[in-house]
Structures are given as C-alpha cells and as structure tokens.
C-alpha cells in the first residue's frame, strides 16, 4: 500500500510563497499521476494541480501562472511550488497519488492527511 506525507504548510503574507512537498512511501507496482487538492473551510475539495507520469501537467483556473506541480519520480514524491499567495489560497491541502498495489489490481486512490496553509496578514 501507499502513504503519502506532506509537509511544507504554514502561514504566509499575500504576495509570498511556499512550497509544498510530498513524499510516498511502501509498496506498488506503479504510480501514476500525483496531485494536490486543497479543500478550504466549508468548501468541498477541489484539484489545484496535477501531473502525470509523463510528466503533463494541468492546473486549476484559479492558480494558473502562481503555482507549479513537478514531481520526482526516483523518490516518489510530488512538490507544489506556490507564489503571488492570496488570501483566497488558505486551505488544507493533501497529497493524492493514483498507484496500482499489485500487477493484477487497477488503479487505486492514495491520500495524504493534509497540510494546512494559511495566507493572511
């Protein structure tokens, strides 16, 4: 199985940055995409960016040109780089990483516990 552990969250001013990394540990036959949603307070959760194994990338409207997703195959981990921050950005962000366990299973779901950010003044 899969765990996903993120770290990197904290408090930062608008304007600022922060970066996001995630690692994955255990056992899979293969990973394929890793993700970040983030879900703010009384909102549902929603994709902030995604990459592939291909290494293709796609982004929410809202964080198009601030944020990067890349992601380090060797080490099975995924980062987000987050610029310009606003205060609209405050949420708990989790890791998602799409891994088959075993040869003959399908893809599979994993998720981290989330790291929260907060931009704020």
């Known amino acids: 199985q899969v765990q996903l552990v993120e770290s990197g969250g904290g408090l930062v001013q608008p304007g600022g940055s922060l970066r996001l990394s995630c690692a994955a540990s255990?056992?899979?036959?293969?990973?394929?995409?890793m993700a970040w949603y983030r879900q703010a307070s009384g909102k549902e959760r929603e994709l902030a960016a995604v990459?592939?194994?291909?290494?293709?990338?796609n982004y929410a409207e809202s964080v198009k040109g601030r944020f990067t997703i890349s992601r380090d195959s060797a080490k099975n981990s995924v980062y987000l780089q987050m610029n310009s921050l606003k205060p609209e950005d405050t949420a708990v962000y989790y890791c998602?990483?799409?891994?088959?366990?075993?040869?003959?299973?399908?893809?599979?779901?994993?998720w981290g516990k989330g790291t929260l950010v907060t931009v704020s003044s």
């Open positions: 255990g056992s899979f036959f293969r990973m394929s995409s």
């Open positions: 990459i592939t194994s291909g290494g293709s990338t």
């Open positions: 998602n990483a799409v891994a088959r366990p075993w040869s003959n299973y399908p893809d599979m779901p994993y």
